[in-house]
């Protein structure tokens, strides 16, 4: 379980740390992050306690893999626009 969580870890800051900066970028809060980010926690989340039930390390680190890939999934699906509204919203600020 240790090894799980010595990769789930630094993925959930790495992600944590998208979405900051993100949001300093354009300086607005989106409500969809909150989705994709307990998307992603949910997919850590699941990663470590597998491992605790006994599963096979890879299986776990292959569900560790799997938390970014909901925040891009997201992004492709939902999000681009979000991101469209809140920059042209941040750009129209500096103007």
């Not at 240790?2 to 300093?24: C, D, K, N, Q, S």
């Not at 569900?63 to 626009?81: I, K, N, S, T």
Request: proline share 2%; with cysteine; aromatic share 8%.
């Amino acid at each position: 379980m240790e090894t799980v969580l010595t990769v789930a870890i630094p993925v959930g800051i790495y992600l944590l740390g998208i979405f900051a900066l993100y949001m300093y970028l354009v300086q607005a809060f989106d409500t969809f992050h909150i989705l994709l980010v307990a998307g992603s926690a949910a997919f850590l989340i699941a990663a470590v306690l597998l491992a605790a039930a006994g599963v096979t390390m890879a299986v776990c680190l292959l569900v560790v893999m799997l938390a970014p890939a909901v925040v891009v999934v997201g992004y492709e699906m939902v999000g681009h626009r979000h991101a469209e509204d809140a920059i042209g919203a941040a750009l129209s600020r500096e103007l």
